[in-house]
């Protein structure tokens, strides 16, 4: 009998098998990447779009548009769009980023010849009603009304728009940017975004060639909108030591947000950087975890991230803390980045995080779907599948020495900007 009392051995994750996409083109050059890995008869189709013509006069151009673009065709109500993905039992969702928006449609693949004509008609004659506008700007007024009553939003808020400025990573949207909205704001980015060049297609499941035809049929040869725009690019500055505290007379709790701006995926140290993260607050066992919540009872939670973008990439970590230890929850959190820059970390430690970081690279490729993000991973930061395999033998080889440098090149306290909201 399985005795539950004793912790099961570590195995460590010697090799771990991609499933790379086949890359074809529609007849119109559309760029299609199928990772064809399903049993099922389920495909989930991704339309992707780089985000282009910022302006930072009007910031929720591309986001309004990406939330309102199944909101109404030429030939379809937004009551019609939802109703009929609804009664072939597909599924439609819009999302926005910071370097891409994307239309993603799971369906059952005797569906597909139904329900690809809705997706053509969203991207191609999608006209924004004035109604659905207004209803749009009052709910997102009410939401913002909301959400900066939350010291986290705030805090988060804040520390984007101070490290990015006014631009798409870090614009400080108001209730004056939702009332500036206009329709034909949004009709002018539709046509500029939403066109053969500017778009990736990305189908994974369970997709053939009777699938590709089909795609190809309805989005290969009929789709005429080729108008100019200009993808998005940004340079920064890096902002040395800036402390922005934000007073609330009657919080309880206080929101850290602080870091820096640093590498991203393109970088040769980047699996390195993640490493080291993923030591100070990456996951639940982080030293940040282990100090500032279970032994000193500061939180219910922190952590540390890095998030990879086109043009930048930033560290941060964030927290919400009693008002009367925001202090203390600070010098703590300092402590802990001086430590991983001069002491050198423990082998059984190590070796947690590698087996953590190892399995959870592993578990993440569960299905076609998960595949087929790892390989967007890559192919938006123009890296290929080498990436993960660098990233694996770091993993596996970076030594303690190795954590120190990376630590004292990439963490800087006194250059970190650190955002509090609340009371210290």
């Known amino acids: 009998m399985l005795n539950r009392t004793i912790a099961p051995d570590f195995i460590q994750v010697n090799e771990i098998n991609f499933i790379k996409p086949k890359a074809q083109q529609l007849d119109n050059g559309i760029k299609v990447f199928t990772v064809n890995a399903g049993q099922q008869e389920l495909v989930r189709i991704e339309f992707i779009f780089q985000n282009v013509n910022y302006d ?11 939330s309102l673009i199944n909101n109404g065709t030429k030939k379809l109500s937004a009551k019609q769009i939802a109703e009929q ?23 059952l693949n005797k569906h597909l010849v139904s329900v690809l004509p809705i997706i053509w008609s969203i991207l191609n004659e999608s006209i924004f009603p004035q109604e659905e506008l207004d209803i ?15 010291n986290d939003f705030l805090a988060r808020k804040t520390f984007a728009n101070t490290i990015f400025g006014e631009t798409a990573y870090g614009s400080d949207i108001s209730m004056e940017h939702y009332d500036d909205l206009k329709r034909n704001d949004l009709l002018t980015y539709f046509k500029a975004a ?17 699938e ?13 909108n080729h108008n100019p725009s200009t993808v998005n690019e940004f340079n920064y500055s890096p902002i040395v030591g800036n402390d922005v505290y934000i007073e609330k007379a009657d919080a309880v709790q206080s929101a850290i947000r602080m870091g820096n701006l640093t590498i991203n995926r ?25 100090n500032i919540r279970e032994d000193k009872g500061y939180t219910y939670g922190i952590g540390s991230g890095i998030a990879s973008l086109k043009d930048a990439g930033y560290f941060f970590i ?10 203390s929850a600070l010098e703590e959190i300092e402590k802990e980045i001086n430590i991983l820059k001069t002491e050198l970390v423990a082998e059984e430690e190590l070796g947690l995080v590698r087996n953590y970081m190892l399995g959870s690279m592993l578990g993440s490729l569960e299905n076609a779907f998960s595949h087929a993000d790892k390989f967007k991973n890559i192919y938006f930061s123009d890296l290929d599948y080498d990436y993960y395999t660098k990233y694996i033998q770091t993993v596996k080889t970076i030594t303690p020495e190795e954590i120190i440098a990376t630590a004292n090149q990439y963490l800087d306290w006194n250059a970190m900007t650190k955002v509090v909201v609340g009371k210290k």
């Open 194 to 210: 939403f066109k053969p060049e500017n778009c990736t297609i990305i189908a994974a499941g369970k997709f053939e060639a009777k």
């Open 266 to 290: 393109k970088h040769e140290d980047f699996p390195k950087l993640q490493i080291m993260n993923t030591l100070l607050g990456g996951y639940f066992g982080s030293r940040l975890m282990a």
């Open 318 to 327: 964030a927290t919400e803390v009693g008002t009367e230890v925001c202090v």
């Open 85 to 107: 993905v609804d009664y072939y039992g597909a599924y439609l969702q819009t999302d926005y980023g910071a370097d891409h928006t994307s239309i993603t449609l799971h369906s």
């Open 212 to 224: 590709f035809d089909l795609l190809n049929h309805f989005f290969g040869k009929s789709w005429e």
């Open 56 to 66: 930072q006069n009007k910031p929720l151009q591309a986001v309004s548009v990406n």
């Open 136 to 150: 749009f700007i009052q709910n997102q007024k009410q939401k913002l009304k909301v959400n900066l009553q939350k």
